[in-house]
Each structure stands twice: as C-alpha cells, then as structure tokens.
C-alpha cells in the first residue's frame, strides 16, 4: 500500500482505489511507470510528482484534494452535493424576494418557475467559470449585492405593490393569469432588459482588461475592508434563518465545527479494498471532508424530531412554523417534473433607467467583491493570486452569465459566493471538478422541478447554522489579507479603521432616515441610494482612495508579498512547482504554442497577455513615487 504523508493528521491511503482514487483508470498509471531513484522502488510519475508538490510546497498538505485533484466519481457526487446545499438558501432567498418584488408572493407556480430558472442559470454559470473562466474551484450564484438595489426600486411607486397583489385568491386560476398579465411580466420584462445592458458592460470590463488595470489599484489594503464589510453584513442573512429555532442553528453549527476542527486531528477507520491487498482497514478524514453534509443531515433529523413531537409551531404567523420539516411541502406541488428555462420565457425584455442603474452600481460592486474572493479562493486552494488574463476572464464569463441570467427572467445576475470558499477551508476539498459536479447538480434541480425543490424545503435554521461556519471562516480567510501588509504602519491601520467605521456608519444612516436625498429626480435617488447603502461599495471605495492617496510604498502597501505569492522561486524544483501552480489558470485548449504567438499578448483574456504599463503622475512626487504602477 503506497501512502503519502505530510503531517500525521494528514495521511491518505491511496490503496482505497474504489473510492478516493482520482477518476483516470488505473491502467493509464500504469503505463505512465518509471523508475525513480527511491530505493529501486518503481513509482508511477503521476503518485511520484504528488509526493513532490508536498515537498515543494508544504502549504498544499492543507488540503486533501487541490484544484487540479480529481476525486472519484461517487465522491466528486458528495463533495458538490455538499456545496449545493450551502448554496439552496441563496438561491430560495434572492428568488423569492424577486418574486415579491414582482408582486407575486401569491403566485406559487410563478415562484416555482423563478426558483427553477434561478437554480439552472447557477449550474450554468458555476459550468462556465470553472471550464473557460478563471477556473477555480468557485460557486456562481445569485448575487446578494443585486438585492440591495431590487429593495431600492421597491420603495419607488411605481415598484410598489397594493394590497390587492398579495390577496390574490390563488385558488382562482383567473385572478393570478390576471395579475400576471398584468402586473408580474411587464416588471420582470423591465428587470430583464436592464439586468442584459447591465451585463454586457460588465462582460466588457472584463473582456478589454480594465480589470487588470483597476488591479494596479487595488490591493489588499482595498480588499480587506470592502470584502470584510460583505461577511460582517452576511450576519442578517444568518440570522433571518436562524431566529426560526436558535437550538437547532447552534447545534448544527456546533456539530460542523465539532467534526472540523476539534477533530482534525483524528481519522475515520473505514473497511477498504483493492485488487493488491484484498479487504482491509484503512484510515480517511472523512468527518471532515463532509463535515457540512454530516452538520446538515444532523440538523434536519434534529428538526423532524421536534416537528414530531409537536414542539415547534404550527401557527404560520410564528417565527418557528419555518423550523418545521413539513413547512414548504407546497413547494414540491407546486414544482412541475420537467422544466427548462429559456430565453424570453416571460415576455421580450423592455427597459427602464432607473433599474439600469441600480443594477450598474450593483455591478461594480459585484465586481470588487469577486476580485476579493477570486484571491481568497486562490490563498485557501494554496495557489499564487490569479494573473491578469484570468481575472479579465473571470469577470468577462461573470458578466456574460449576468446577461443570459437577465434575458431567462432570473431577475437577478450572478456572482461568486463566499460561503463556499470558507466550506473549502472546512472540507479541505478544493477539486475544480467538485465545482463543476455543483453545476451539474444544479443544472439537474433546475430542470427537475421536483427534484430541485425536495432541498429547498432544509429547515431554516439548519441553513442558519451552515451559514454560521461557512460565513465565519469566509471571513477569516479574508482577513488572512492582512499578512502582506506592514501591520506596523499607521498609514494602514487607519485607512482600513476609516474604511470599515464609514462602511458600517453610512448604510445605518441612510436605513434610519426615511428620505436620505432628495434631489427632485427620483431615479437619481434611487442610485444614490443603492450606492452608499452598499456597505462593501462605500468601504471599498473609500479604502481604495486612501491607499491611493495616501504616501506609502508598494511594500508597506502589501503589493510586494501579495503578487510574489506562490511564485516560483530560485531552484529548479521550486520553479517547477510555481509553473504548475500558476498552469491552473490557463485555458485546457490553449497550446503553448499560441500562448507564445504575437497576437495573444494583446488579447486581455488569453493566456499569454502582457499587460501594458501605467502610470499615474498624479502621485509621482518626492516620498510617494512607489505608489506608482506599472
């Protein structure tokens, strides 16, 4: 039985062929035999070059399956599953909260059909980023920052809905195809012109690199506070679910973290077998891999226990009839067996400006919020931050998801998920071929309405405290920031104090006061105020002002650790190592050779892309000329 061995906590057996064995036949490893200067021990290049990388690189030892790992096939099955249920409460949240928006909170079949809509278009999105985008191991999703400006819109009058929206007699066939019809389609109509507009600029940033021009800009002083702002605001998100039942939301949160971290150090002993050693014992972190999935089915059993014994309510007014395991079962009825979303489905898009620009504020949000976990996925997958031709790719593929999202009547664009990347950290499982089994799966619910809707029915509180831990660690990743930059400096220090009390003072501020601005243009109103109610945008933004203003130099500023990150050093090894780390951004079906030609160094999305030099004169003055870029 062949081991490789990091740390003692660490061990994998790779003799458990059947199921932690990567996908490729074991007779394609065999062919692939050399001899190695390892005691005459003849070792397969493909297991010789892992034990390698965990010289090389000791940081890889903290995960059990990197970005280009591929785990069997039953267990890419678990490991996605797992990340799916993360994510249902998002995509249930954002599609019910468009659907009310709409006016159709009372329409239980339009609800089905958006929830469906929005599941599909996360497979798809999640399928594109992870083949032809930057291809990490992210999950693409309904962006929350896009709700901030669908609740702008809601308190304009023309997005207002009277009570006679929500009475709606739903046993009345007539009564919903005529608040359909009349109501619901011309505004998702409205949402999904503007969502398309809004998207297709946002593929242009991408696709013209100046999202590698804005990176020269944009360093960790700028993502640690717009990033963390995120996390800290997640908290209502958690704590919406988890009010149903605070037990039970602890007590999942508290049985992931158990599985997680109190016992990482131990393994599973499982019953094994392979072809060279017959039936065995061997040993699998495997409490820990599917920590979630375990936290999860412990929740529900916890939920129906209680809904059995009749100890949550029953009463639909009282905040635990959402703790109930028999809650949403309308959910299931009202889902068809088969539906597949399409363009257009509800109506040709129309236009309206304010929508436009609410949604364009949401998505340079959107865009400064997926850069901050493009590298915080890369910091907790152990790769080096993602080169310029990735990130323009990245945020081109988001931005083109956006556009077909809006043009299915999602209501919503999408955008990388936070959550996910701290499960990462939790499981230890960073396969890129996990995320695309998320995108399948995902893709499989949206068109198996029924399918799909036997998860969205997870007691809330169980979702709760999922959120907790996998918010928390997000959080903490983002913070690991932090680490390039000299802590010791008061220039930083106050720049990400400020950053973070203005981002936290200005949306308190304009929740409280009932008209903020009042400028006599109601659309610009609505801009402004989805604007600086965005916590992360006005954090964001003001920390990027300061640390491009500010005096300080490149390494004070971070940029010096955080761009050598993960690249290869003097020795061949080391360089070797930091080929291959980097190798994961490239396009599969990108030779070499073209990466090489005259002409991909000018295409901003290919690998192979030089980017151009900048400079800003503006800062070139005595004591701050290293604040320049190039």
């Given at each position: 039985?062949?081991?490789?061995?990091?740390?003692?906590?660490?061990?994998?057996?790779?003799?458990?062929?059947?199921?932690?064995?990567?996908?490729?036949?074991?007779?394609?490893?065999?062919?692939?035999?050399?001899?190695?200067?390892?005691?005459?021990?003849?070792?397969?290049?493909?297991?010789?070059?892992?034990?390698?990388?965990?010289?090389?690189?000791?940081?890889?030892?903290?995960?059990?399956?990197?970005?280009?790992?591929?785990?069997?096939?039953?267990?890419?099955?678990?490991?996605?599953?797992?990340?799916?249920?993360?994510?249902?409460?998002?995509?249930?949240?954002?599609?019910?909260?468009?659907?009310?928006?709409?006016?159709?909170?009372?329409?239980?079949?339009?609800?089905?059909?958006?929830?469906?809509?929005?599941?599909?278009?996360s497979g798809v999105c999640s399928i594109l980023q992870t083949v032809?985008?930057?291809?990490?191991?992210?999950?693409?999703?309904?962006?929350?920052?896009?709700?901030?400006?669908?609740?702008?819109?809601?308190?304009?009058?023309?997005?207002?809905?009277?009570?006679?929206?929500?009475?709606?007699?739903?046993?009345?066939?007539?009564?919903?195809?005529?608040?359909?019809?009349?109501?619901?389609?011309?505004?998702?109509?409205?949402?999904?012109?503007?969502?398309?507009?809004?998207?297709?600029?946002?593929?242009?940033?991408?696709?013209?690199?100046?999202?590698?021009?804005?990176?020269?800009?944009?360093?960790?002083?700028?993502?640690?506070?717009?990033?963390?702002?995120?996390?800290?605001?997640?908290?209502?998100?958690?704590?919406?679910?988890?009010?149903?039942?605070?037990?039970?939301?602890?007590?999942?949160?508290?049985?992931?973290?158990?599985?997680?971290?109190?016992?990482?150090?131990?393994?599973?002993?499982?019953?094994?077998?392979?072809?060279?050693?017959?039936?065995?014992?061997?040993?699998?972190?495997?409490?820990?891999?599917?920590?979630?999935?375990?936290?999860?089915?412990?929740?529900?059993?916890?939920?129906?226990?209680?809904?059995?014994?009749?100890?949550?309510?029953?009463?639909?007014?009282?905040?635990?009839?959402y703790a109930r395991t028999d809650t949403r079962s309308y959910v299931?009825h009202s889902s068809s067996w088969i539906f597949f979303p399409y363009?257009?489905?509800?109506?040709?898009?129309?236009?309206?400006?304010?929508?436009?620009?609410?949604?364009?504020?949401?998505?340079?949000?959107?865009?400064?919020?997926?850069?901050?976990?493009?590298?915080?996925?890369?910091?907790?997958?152990?790769?080096?931050?993602?080169?310029?031709?990735?990130?323009?790719?990245?945020?081109?593929?988001?931005?083109?998801?956006?556009?077909?999202?809006?043009?299915?009547?999602?209501?919503?664009?999408?955008?990388?998920?936070?959550?996910?990347?701290?499960?990462?950290?939790?499981?230890?499982?960073?396969?890129?071929?996990?995320?695309?089994?998320?995108?399948?799966?995902?893709?499989?619910?949206?068109?198996?309405?029924?399918?799909?809707?036997?998860?969205?029915?997870?007691?809330?509180?169980?979702?709760?405290?999922?959120?907790?831990?996998?918010?928390?660690?997000?959080?903490?990743?983002?913070?690991?920031?932090?680490?390039?930059?000299?802590?010791?400096?008061?220039?930083?220090?106050?720049?990400?104090?400020?950053?973070?009390?203005?981002?936290?003072?200005?949306?308190?501020?304009?929740?409280?006061?009932?008209?903020?601005?009042?400028?006599?243009?109601?659309?610009?109103?609505?801009?402004?105020?989805?604007?600086?109610?965005?916590?992360?945008?006005?954090?964001?933004?003001?920390?990027?002002?300061?640390?491009?203003?500010?005096?300080?130099?490149?390494?004070?500023?971070?940029?010096?650790?955080?761009?050598?990150?993960?690249?290869?050093?003097?020795?061949?090894?080391?360089?070797?190592?930091?080929?291959?780390?980097?190798?994961?951004?490239?396009?599969?079906?990108?030779?070499?050779?073209?990466?090489?030609?005259?002409?991909?160094?000018?295409?901003?999305?290919?690998?192979?892309?030089?980017?151009?030099?900048?400079?800003?004169?503006?800062?070139?003055?005595?004591?701050?000329?290293?604040?320049?870029?190039?």
């Amino acid at each position: 039985m062949f081991e490789a061995k990091g740390k003692d906590s660490d061990k994998i057996a790779f003799s458990w062929d059947h199921l932690l064995s990567t996908t490729k036949p074991m007779a394609d490893d065999l062919s692939k035999e050399k001899s190695t200067p390892n005691g005459g021990v003849v070792i397969s290049s493909a297991v010789n070059l892992h034990v390698d990388d965990s010289t090389d690189t000791p940081a890889k030892n903290n995960l059990h399956y990197g970005v280009e790992d591929n785990p069997s096939i039953h267990m890419t099955f678990f490991f996605g599953l797992q990340q799916v249920l993360i994510s249902l409460s998002g995509s249930l949240t954002v599609s019910l909260f468009v659907a009310k928006l709409v006016c159709a909170q009372a329409d239980e079949d339009f609800k089905a059909k958006l929830l469906c809509t929005t599941m599909f278009m996360s497979g798809v999105c999640s399928i594109l980023q992870t083949v032809v985008g930057i291809r990490l191991p992210l999950y693409q999703g309904p962006s929350i920052e896009y709700m901030i400006p669908l609740m702008a819109m809601s308190t304009l009058t023309e997005w207002q809905c009277t009570e006679s929206h929500a009475m709606v007699n739903t046993t009345n066939h007539s009564d919903l195809e005529r608040n359909l019809n009349e109501h619901v389609l011309p505004k998702v109509q409205l949402l999904e012109g503007s969502l398309m507009l809004a998207g297709l600029l946002h593929c242009l940033i991408g696709a013209t690199g100046i999202v590698g021009v804005f990176m020269s800009y944009i360093g960790p002083v700028t993502i640690v506070p717009a990033i963390t702002l995120v996390g800290l605001f997640l908290f209502r998100v958690s704590v919406d679910f988890s009010e149903s039942h605070w037990g039970i939301a602890i007590g999942t949160a508290s049985f992931a973290g158990i599985l997680s971290l109190y016992c990482d150090k131990l393994t599973c002993i499982l019953p094994s077998w392979s072809r060279q050693k017959g039936c065995h014992i061997t040993r699998y972190p495997l409490h820990k891999v599917l920590a979630i999935l375990f936290a999860i089915i412990f929740g529900w059993i916890l939920s129906a226990i209680l809904t059995y014994c009749d100890v949550l309510s029953d009463n639909p007014q009282n905040v635990q009839y959402y703790a109930r395991t028999d809650t949403r079962s309308y959910v299931i009825h009202s889902s068809s067996w088969i539906f597949f979303p399409y363009p257009g489905q509800f109506g040709p898009p129309s236009f309206a400006l304010s929508a436009f620009i609410s949604f364009m504020v949401a998505t340079l949000t959107s865009i400064i919020d997926s850069i901050g976990d493009y590298y915080a996925c890369a910091r907790v997958c152990n790769l080096p931050p993602p080169p310029d031709h990735a990130m323009n790719r990245g945020i081109m593929v988001e931005g083109f998801s956006s556009l077909l999202a809006g043009s299915m009547g999602a209501g919503h664009a999408t955008s990388t998920y936070g959550g996910n990347i701290g499960a990462i950290g939790i499981t230890k499982v960073g396969s890129r071929r996990v995320f695309q089994m998320v995108g399948l799966i995902f893709v499989i619910f949206g068109v198996l309405g029924k399918l799909g809707a036997i998860f969205v029915i997870i007691p809330h509180p169980v979702l709760g405290g999922v959120q907790i831990i996998s918010f928390g660690i997000f959080i903490g990743v983002v913070l690991s920031n932090m680490m390039y930059i000299d802590m010791n400096s008061t220039r930083n220090l106050a720049i990400i104090g400020i950053s973070l009390m203005f981002g936290l003072m200005m949306p308190h501020y304009i929740k409280k006061t009932k008209q903020p601005f009042n400028t006599g243009y109601v659309e610009l109103d609505s801009a402004l105020h989805a604007l600086l109610a965005n916590a992360n945008f006005v954090g964001g933004a003001l920390a990027c002002f300061l640390d491009n203003t500010v005096p300080g130099t490149l390494k004070e500023r971070g940029f010096i650790a955080w761009q050598n990150f993960g690249k290869p050093s003097i020795s061949e090894n080391n360089s070797k190592t930091g080929t291959e780390m980097y190798s994961s951004y490239d396009l599969p079906f990108i030779s070499s050779e073209v990466k090489e030609s005259k002409v991909v160094k000018y295409i901003p999305f290919l690998p192979g892309y030089t980017k151009p030099s900048y400079k800003c004169r503006c800062f070139q003055k005595k004591g701050n000329s290293d604040i320049t870029q190039s």
